[in-house]
Each structure stands twice: as C-alpha cells, then as structure tokens.
C-alpha cells in the first residue's frame, strides 16, 4: 500500500538500497538541481519506505538530525529515502524543512529495484553503480542450500544479507528474473547481459572505478588511476548500462590472471597499466574494446610461450608495440578523418577512414572531392575492361 504525506528532513534517512554510491556530489548538476527546486519546487514525490522494513542497516548521520532533540511523531529517521535522494540532499540545500513522500511498504528486494528502475529512469547511472545495484539485488535473492550456502557457482562473493525472501532454487531461475525485470525479458541474451554486470561487480575496487562518475572515485582511487596515465575525468562505460567495455576490461584481467604468475606482474595493475597506455582522447568506446581485446590475445600468446621470469619483459614489449601503433594512428591519421557526418563507431568505417588519408597522401591529392573523382573514373574503367562495355 502506498500513502502519501509532507514528512521531515530529521525523519528521513538515505536508504541503504539506493543505487547510488555517492548519492550527492555538490557538483554543478546537483546544484542546477537544488535552484530549481529553490525556484519551482518538488514536482515529484520521494520514495521512502518506514525504516523499519529495513534488514540492511541504515547510517543516519547523513544529517544533523540525531541532535535536534525533537518531540515530533516523527523521530530521526523514521524513514528510510528509497527513490529521490538527489531531491532529499537538493532540497535541504534550498532550505527545505518538509518535503512531500509516498511511503511505500517495502522490503529490501523491492526497494532496490525501485532506487535501480527509478534512477536509471532520472539520472543516467555509471556503469559501476548499475552494476553494483543488480549485484545486491543477485544477492538477496541467488540460490542457497538449506544449511544456508551459496549454491550460486562463480558468482561475486558478498557479505550474507539476512532476508525473509525465499531465494531462487537455480541460479538461472534467478539470473532469468532480473533479466525480465530489468530487462524486460528473459530471453539468453538478456540473462548474459545481467551476467556481464555481475562479473563487472566482482572486479577488484580499483578496476572497478574506470566504470564510476569521476565524482565518485576515492582519493586512493584516483592517485591510482593517474600513476597509470588514466584521465581520472573520464568514465569508461556508455552510463546506459551497457557493458562492452567491461566485458572487454572482465576478460583481459581474468586472463592476465590467470596466465600471470604471482612474482611478475600484478593483474590488476596490467590491466590499469594497459588502459592508460592504449586509451587516447581521439578514441572511441568501440576503438578502445578492439584494442583491448586485441592486446589481450597477443599478450596472452606471448605470456603462454615464456617462463616466469620473462614474464614481465613480453608483457611489457607487446603492450610498447601496441602502445606506439595506436599512438601513430591516432596522432597522425586520425584527426583528419574526412567522414565527419558519418556514425565514426563502426570497424569498416574506421578502417575505410585511414585508407582514405592513405590513398590521398600517396597521390599527391588535397582535397576528399579529387581522391573521390578519381577513384570513381577508375572503378568506371575496370567494370568496363571486365564487362567488355563500349
């Protein structure tokens, strides 16, 4: 049953099922936010739930308000902020003292659907944050035996959630329902793309940051991210929840994983190590998952054929190879591209973009008109040798 009411900012508390990580930055688009709700108001109600449905625990000094001393109804936190915590934090920032809620009743599962549904609906989410969110929603309801174990297989590894739910008796009973309801079906396609974000959640935090708001990264996140030559201003990932880059990252680092040995290189710092020697400014998402699935099969046919103790030198010498490729296609051919209203991500349109630069540069020809000109005559006199035209 959903009811409606004007509560307080001291009995709200930000739910510990939203999808956000960092639900409030102060960046300029929460504050173009908070003066709009300064100017027009809250034309939509936040989503909250009574703090006690809550299983997870709740942190509640994201306000001041343990120390108001009220008498009110409504004690701190009375309220836990399922859908609309950038509304919550905006409007305290425009001097709001009671705002407008439905409160819905709700346990954990449906509250993080409803955060993870409503927020990618407002506010495209990262990547990072999607993925985390259907992680937790795997969790509360993946299949355990009845001694309480996980019989899940490979999936990520998190903290036991106490739940009343029932969970899933298979894994693909379980990986089929998220499909459907994030999805909107449950068809294989659909259940791997679920798939793909779970194995996003299961990257080490590091890793996982190249999928996060640049506003959400950690001081630490960030130091590493820069030790690598890695635009810590950049996000990986197209924030629509698709995972190509991803599954790209996912797949070299179990590779190098498994194809490392401990005493030459760490996994984790390859991959940070690759991503920053082969991303360029110029590149696109679809470029950089080429090259990244590129590298990865050299690397792992290089680290296959040496003892550990080379290890480190042809991992080093295949990524310098890449590297120095990558860098004099995109610093001498790839700025002037002559398709400029062309969709640029597709393979055979990259490809034909440089031998277009080619084929002008070894004729001698400054203009794309000309090298078009001639190449059209010249296709017109072999059709006509072929075919025998008069």
């Not at 300029?28 to 936040?46: E, H, M, S, V």
């Not at 294989?188 to 779970?198: G, P, T």
């Not at 990257?203 to 635009?231: C, H, M, W």
């Not at 680290?303 to 080093?316: G, I, K, N, P």
Request: charged fraction near 30%; aromatic fraction near 6%.
């Amino acid at each position: 049953m959903i009811r409606r009411a004007d509560l307080s900012i001291e009995s709200l508390v930000v739910d510990p099922m939203q999808s956000r990580e960092q639900p409030w930055t102060g960046d300029d688009i929460d504050q173009q936010l908070t003066a709009a709700i300064d100017a027009d108001g809250l034309y939509n109600d936040l989503i909250v739930r009574p703090l006690d449905a809550v299983d997870m625990g709740v942190t509640t000094d994201s306000t001041d308000s343990s120390e108001t001393g009220s008498d009110d109804a409504e004690q701190a936190g009375e309220y836990a902020i399922v859908a609309g915590s950038r509304r919550y934090y905006a409007a305290m920032e425009a001097g709001y003292e009671r705002l407008p809620c439905k409160i819905l009743e709700a346990d954990d599962l449906d509250a993080a659907w409803t955060s993870l549904l409503e927020n990618t609906d407002r506010r495209e989410l990262s990547e990072q944050e999607i993925a985390q969110q259907l992680n937790l929603i795997y969790e509360l309801i993946r299949p355990r035996d009845h001694n309480g174990g996980d019989n899940s297989g490979d999936q990520p590894a998190t903290p036991a959630i106490d739940i009343d739910h029932e969970s899933f008796e298979t894994d693909a009973e379980a990986l089929a329902y998220m499909a459907e309801r994030y999805c909107g079906r449950s068809d294989q396609s659909a259940i791997n793309h679920i798939k793909e974000h779970l194995q996003t959640a299961a990257l080490p935090p590091v890793l996982q940051s190249l999928f996060k708001d640049p506003e959400e990264r950690t001081a630490s996140e960030r130091t590493a991210l820069e030790n690598y030559g890695i635009d810590t201003q950049a996000t990986l990932g197209s924030g629509e929840g698709k995972s190509g880059t991803s599954r790209a990252v996912v797949t070299l680092y179990d590779t190098l994983a498994a194809e490392l040995e401990a005493d030459s290189v760490d996994p984790v710092d390859a991959v940070l190590e690759t991503v920053g020697s082969l991303q360029y400014e110029t590149m696109s998402e679809l470029e950089l998952r080429q090259s990244l699935r590129e590298f990865r099969d050299e690397v792992s046919t290089a680290l296959d054929s040496e003892s550990t103790t080379d290890q480190r030198a042809a991992f080093s010498e295949t990524l310098q190879r890449h590297s120095e490729e990558l860098q004099e296609l995109h610093e001498e051919i790839e700025p002037q591209r002559p398709f400029k209203r062309v969709d640029l991500q597709g393979p055979d349109t990259q490809r034909h973009s440089r031998w277009h630069i080619q084929a002008m540069r070894s004729r001698g020809i400054e203009t794309h008109t000309e090298l078009a000109r001639q190449l059209y005559h010249e296709r017109l006199e072999t059709l006509a040798d072929e075919q025998g035209w008069e």
